[in-house]
C-alpha cells in the first residue's frame, strides 16, 4: 500500500505544471521552517520555492503560507487569481525572518491539515532545522507525514505531503488489489 501512495503523490504532487496539465483548483500549503538556520540558505530557498510555485500554481488555487519559528503563524493567504497574487505569494516568503532555534513544524501542519477545503491539497513544508524536523516526524503528529516524499539539498529539506490522503489511498488499494 505504501508503495501505491508513493506513486500516486509523486504522479499527482509532483511537477504540475500549468502549461502542460489542466486541473481543478486546489488547496497550497506552503510551510517554511523560519528558525534562525534558514538565514544561512534564505537565498537558496527562496529561489526554488519561487520556482515550484512558477510551475504548480494554477487561477483558482487556494494558497496559504505559514512561517514556521517558535511559533507557526499564517502569513500569507489569499486566492491565484492573477500574476498579482502570485507575485504577492512569492514576496511573503521573500519578507521571512528567520529567527530562533525551533520552529513550530507540527502546528503548522496541523493547522494546513485542518484548513483543506478541496479535494487534494499540494503542501510543501521547507525544513532547514534537522531537531525540529525530527521532533515532527518523532511527535504525535508524526503520521501527518505518512505520505509524503522528501527532496534533500545541502543544509535543508523539502517535504512534499499528502494531507488527508489516509481514506483515497486504503479505498484505491483495495480496489487495485481486488
Given at each position: ?6 506513486l500516486?503523490?509523486?504522479a499527482?504532487f ?8 489542466q ?7 506552503l510551510?517554511?521552517?523560519?528558525s ?7 537565498n537558496?530557498?527562496t ?5 515550484r510555485l ?10 496559504t503560507v505559514?512561517?514556521?519559528g ?6 500569507y493567504t489569499g ?18 525572518n528567520?529567527?530562533?532555534?525551533t520552529?513550530?513544524l507540527?502546528?503548522?501542519l496541523?493547522d494546513?491539515?485542518s484548513?483543506q477545503?478541496?479535494s487534494?491539497?499540494y503542501?510543501l513544508?521547507i ?5 525540529s524536523l525530527s521532533?515532527l516526524?518523532?511527535?504525535p ?7 509524503s516524499?522528501t ?9 512534499v ?6 481514506t ?5 488499494a483495495?480496489a487495485?488489489?481486488?
Amino acid at each position: 500500500m505504501f508503495l501505491f501512495a508513493a506513486l500516486l503523490l509523486s504522479a499527482f504532487f509532483f511537477r504540475i505544471s500549468p502549461a502542460h496539465a489542466q486541473r481543478d483548483p486546489i488547496d497550497i500549503n506552503l510551510i517554511i521552517d523560519s528558525s534562525s538556520p534558514l538565514a544561512a540558505v534564505k537565498n537558496e530557498v527562496t529561489a526554488w520555492v519561487s520556482s515550484r510555485l512558477d510551475q504548480i500554481l494554477v487561477t483558482g488555487d487556494s494558497v496559504t503560507v505559514w512561517s514556521a519559528g517558535p511559533s507557526a503563524r499564517v502569513i500569507y493567504t489569499g486566492r491565484m487569481a492573477s500574476d498579482a497574487e502570485r507575485e504577492a505569494v512569492k514576496r511573503s516568503v521573500r519578507e521571512i525572518n528567520p529567527s530562533g532555534e525551533t520552529a513550530d513544524l507540527s502546528g503548522a501542519l496541523t493547522d494546513a491539515a485542518s484548513r483543506q477545503s478541496a479535494s487534494y491539497s499540494y503542501t510543501l513544508l521547507i525544513s532547514v532545522s534537522s531537531p525540529s524536523l525530527s521532533s515532527l516526524i518523532s511527535g504525535p503528529q508524526g503520521n501527518l507525514l505518512r505520505f509524503s516524499r522528501t527532496e534533500e539539498f545541502i543544509n535543508w529539506r523539502a517535504l512534499v505531503v499528502g494531507l488527508n490522503l489516509n481514506t483515497r489511498v486504503s479505498r484505491a488499494a483495495s480496489a487495485f488489489f481486488r
